[in-house]
């Protein structure tokens, strides 16, 4: 059956009457007479040659092939009606699904999301945090914010910040700590990243302990971990602003270690929305600036 002669009237008439199972409940909701809608049930059923309800005393119940077609159509007017809803004042709202890495969606992106949704009232953001494993199409992102070298297959990626690892601990471990040196007495809290405290060692001038402190797999995670004393973490201090500022948080060195920067990346098969186009926008615009970028 082509678009063009679909029954609408009659299948709204049918899927009001199939939720309600009255055609008087259905009338109701629809604004018309129970005889209305009695008719453009029977002229559907007479258009499939098949019966869709049952009548009963006392209301109807769907027959097979009533309850064939009705998940169909539910599905199809929830399809529409949450289309509608996305437009208000004259705009379409668009929904963005963005992956954002967590220690850079607490640390960063939450406290300016209100300048980005004041700047772009009608994208729809939905954030989901991970621990930088993204699987873009798997998870249905239009977008993921990560930590790395830019270098993932089948992805386009724009650098955002650079993000060089410190030293960071509670202020009573601090105040114990001479030097870079003295860190070699200190649990020294780990990331999945094998490599990050060598590379911090060797950035300071010094051999690298041994290291037996536990493992996290967030840096969000692992901060936290050092503000109640429990060790000293290394993590991008610009992520720590705040706790940094509140004195929850020292950072005993000036020493840093890391190449790596945040990216905006999104699956190269994908063509980039103008939601996504207005999140790229926004962030070059609030991000420091990058030579090369």
């Keep these: ?8 009237n009659a299948l709204r008439a049918f ?6 199972l009255s055609f008087t409940r259905a009338g109701l909701e629809l604004s018309v007479t129970q005889a209305a809608v009695s008719h453009q049930v029977k002229g559907l059923e ?13 209301g109807l119940a769907l027959t097979d092939e009533g309850q064939f ?13 949450e289309v509608m809803d996305r437009f208000e004042a004259g705009r379409v709202r668009q929904v963005l699904t963005l992956g954002v890495v967590g220690t850079f969606a607490v640390g960063w992106l939450l406290p300016r999301l209100p300048q980005f949704q004041e700047a772009h009232p009608f994208v729809d953001l939905r954030i989901s945090t991970n621990n930088n494993r993204v699987d873009l199409a798997g998870e249905g992102l239009d977008c993921a914010i990560r930590f790395g070298d830019g270098a993932w297959h089948g992805t386009e ?6 993000a060089p690892l410190t030293a960071l601990c509670a202020p009573a471990v601090a105040q114990r700590l001479e030097g870079p040196a003295s860190l070699a007495a200190e649990i020294l809290l780990r990331s999945y990243r094998a490599d990050d405290w060598p590379a911090w060692f060797a950035a300071a001038g010094l051999p690298c302990p041994p290291i ?8 969000f995670l692992m901060a936290e971990a050092a503000a109640q004393g429990l060790g000293v973490a290394l993590a991008p201090a610009a992520m720590f602003e705040r706790d940094l500022a509140s004195g929850r948080l020292a ?7 890391g190449s790596g920067h945040y990216w905006l990346s ?17 962030l070059g615009v609030n991000m420091p600036a990058i030579e090369g970028r």
């Excluded at 899927?15 to 309600?20: C, L, V, Y």
């Excluded at 077609?69 to 009606?81: I, N």
């Excluded at 037996?212 to 840096?219: I, K, L, M, N």
């Design 1 to 8: 059956m082509s678009r063009s002669q679909l029954p609408l």
């Design 15 to 20: 899927e009001a009457s199939a939720r309600h």
């Design 46 to 58: 007479a258009r499939l040659g098949v019966a869709l309800f049952r009548r009963l005393p006392r």
């Design 69 to 81: 077609l009705l998940p169909v159509l539910r599905d199809s007017f929830d399809r529409v009606g």
């Design 157 to 162: 990626a724009v650098r955002l910040m650079p």
């Design 212 to 219: 037996r402190g536990p493992v996290f797999d967030s840096s």
């Design 251 to 257: 950072r005993p060195f000036i020493q840093e270690s």
């Design 266 to 282: 999104w699956l190269k098969s994908k063509e980039p929305t103008g939601a996504m186009r207005a999140l790229e926008g926004w």
